[in-house]
């Protein structure tokens, strides 16, 4: 039985999208288990790039299937314009993707009170993808879902009511005009019909693959430091990225799972407001964000960069129950004469033993450094384990050591033959 999660282990954009589309190939089944379209996995294959917010990143491997579980918030609109983007670069969705009736659909009015909050005091500095509004709804039982999309009756019921309530918090707090029930009602009526062939009972389906020996990756969104519960709060997002959201995600139960895979940026970045205790503002942070890429996906928001947090990322390796990671992005480094990686903090003068997820706590931590020797050779073409030079061998080690895991991969450019498998 294979039965995988992949998680974030920092700030979301590891990498995920090109380590699942590499690990999918062994796998019959991908399944993303939470977040919504404020996801944004890349897959540069080789000149073609694809950026995938809600549909899992296997979809690229056309014998593999594909599920979006309960877990998922799915703004329609977004999930049927992602699967014209794939339809128009030869890929077909149809028989091959599932979507669970027990997902929440984000509404207009949860994009619109996104930005409505973010104008607030208190700004988390989101994707603007009406996700956390959505799980509000959901875990205040107002939500709608799916399967209410199959019933018009009930969905124009549930849209009237929610509608009514919204509008009066527009009004009454927010000074903001009223929405238009009707043209909502309209639009979503539409979505029914499109959304129909996909529909599905995931934990039916996707237990019985099991029962028949079928292999499963669970692809997570974001990252462990943006859990809900786990990650740096208020600074998340509003669902479990972690591993143990794949069993609640999707109705999987946890004896079913196997292994837990890490992807681990050599470096961090993180986009959005909260704390970074290794953040750089200064040009190494820009080198980092130069050679790196890093703008974001989804919003094209320059990320936030920093040197490697190997106390983090071992919190995360603990909560996660990550076994082996997949290293990625080690090309990004090759330039640096020095390379940092933090070992751990301080905080007012001591060690801290465990990992501080409260913000007034890490907003004043002094990070501790060990300086490893950098490379400075360019390894984007490298294949092979032993042609890696010996600093970059030990810089491996080291995280691996700090860590508390074994790395099975190491990415070092976003292509698929970029990559190193041990
Ligand atoms: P995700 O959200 O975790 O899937 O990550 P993103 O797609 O948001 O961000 C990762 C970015 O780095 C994308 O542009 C990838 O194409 C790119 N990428 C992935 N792996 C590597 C790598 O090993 N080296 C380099 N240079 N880029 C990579
Ligand atoms: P992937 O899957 C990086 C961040 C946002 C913000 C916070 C809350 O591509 O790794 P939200 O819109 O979820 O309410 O925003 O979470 N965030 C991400 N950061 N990668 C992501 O996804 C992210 N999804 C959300 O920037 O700080
Ligand atoms: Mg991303």
Same mark, same amino acid.
């Given at each position: 039985?294979?039965?995988?999660?992949?998680?974030?282990?920092?700030?979301?954009?590891?990498?995920?999208?090109?380590?699942?589309? !590499?690990?999918?190939? =062994?796998?019959?089944?991908?399944?993303?288990?939470?977040?919504?379209?404020?996801?944004?996995?890349?897959?540069?294959?080789?000149?073609?790039?694809?950026?995938?917010?809600?549909?899992?990143?296997?979809?690229?491997?056309?014998?593999?299937?594909? !599920?979006?579980?309960?877990?998922?918030?799915?703004?329609?609109?977004?999930?049927?314009?992602?699967?014209?983007?794939?339809?128009?670069?030869?890929?077909?969705?149809?028989? =091959?993707?599932?979507?669970?009736?027990?997902?929440?659909?984000?509404?207009?009015?949860?994009?619109?009170?996104?930005s409505i909050h973010e104008n607030s005091e208190q700004k988390i500095g989101t994707t603007g993808r009406g996700i956390g509004p959505c799980y509000i709804d959901k875990y205040a039982r107002k939500g709608i879902r799916i399967i209410d999309l199959l019933n018009k009756h009930e969905l124009e019921k549930k849209i009237r009511m929610n509608i009514e309530e919204k509008n009066n918090l527009l009004r009454k707090l927010y000074n903001h005009e009223e929405l238009d029930v009707d043209q909502i009602i309209n639009e979503y009526l539409e979505f029914d019909e499109a959304i129909d062939p996909y529909v599905k009972d995931i934990p039916s389906y996707l237990n019985t693959a099991i029962g028949n020996g079928k292999k499963i990756l669970m692809e997570g969104a974001q990252g462990a430091l943006l859990d809900v519960d786990h990650g740096t709060y208020p600074f998340v997002t509003s669902s479990n990225p972690v591993a143990g959201g794949a069993c609640v995600g999707m109705g999987l139960s946890p004896t079913k799972?196997?292994?837990?895979?890490?992807?681990?940026?050599?470096?961090?970045?993180?986009?959005?407001?909260?704390?970074?205790?290794?953040?750089?503002?200064?040009?190494?942070?820009?080198?980092? =964000?130069?050679?790196?890429?890093?703008?974001?996906?989804?919003?094209? =928001?320059?990320?936030?960069?920093?040197?490697?947090?190997?106390?983090?990322?071992?919190?995360?390796?603990?909560?996660?129950?990550?076994?082996?990671?997949? !290293?990625?992005?080690?090309?990004?480094?090759?330039?640096?004469?020095?390379?940092?990686?933090?070992?751990?903090?301080?905080?007012q003068g001591k060690k801290l033993k465990t990992f501080p997820t409260a913000d007034f706590i890490l907003n004043n931590v002094q990070p501790v450094y060990e300086v490893l020797p950098g490379w400075k050779a360019d390894i984007s073409h490298i294949t092979s384990y032993d042609d890696l030079p010996l600093e970059t061998k030990d810089y491996l080690s080291f995280i691996s050591i700090a860590c508390g895991f074994e790395i099975s991969i190491i990415s070092v450019g976003p292509k698929r033959n970029q990559t190193i498998e041990l």
């Open positions: 039985m294979s039965i995988s999660v992949l998680v974030g282990s920092q700030w979301g954009d590891e990498g995920k999208g090109k380590i699942v589309d !590499i690990l999918s190939s =062994r796998f019959d089944i991908v399944a993303r288990y939470q977040g919504g379209a404020n996801a944004g996995h890349t897959i540069q294959i080789d000149d073609k790039q694809y950026i995938l917010h809600l549909i899992p990143s296997g979809i690229l491997r056309e014998d593999v299937e594909c !599920i979006i579980g309960n877990g998922v918030v799915i703004d329609p609109k977004a999930l049927l314009d992602e699967i014209f983007f794939l339809k128009q670069k030869g890929i077909e969705t149809s028989g =091959r993707l599932f979507i669970s009736q027990n997902a929440h659909l984000i509404m207009p009015y949860h994009k619109l009170l996104d799972i196997t292994s837990v895979i890490g992807i681990v940026k050599a470096y961090t970045t993180r986009v959005g407001y909260g704390p970074f205790p290794t953040e750089l503002t200064d040009e190494t942070g820009e080198a980092l =964000r130069q050679i790196g890429a890093e703008y974001g996906a989804t919003t094209g =928001r320059p990320r936030r960069c920093g040197w490697f947090d190997a106390f983090l990322v071992n919190y995360s390796r603990m909560i996660n129950g990550i076994e082996r990671a997949a !290293i990625t992005k080690l090309d990004v480094l090759s330039s640096f004469e020095n390379i940092k990686v933090c070992v751990g903090y301080e905080y």
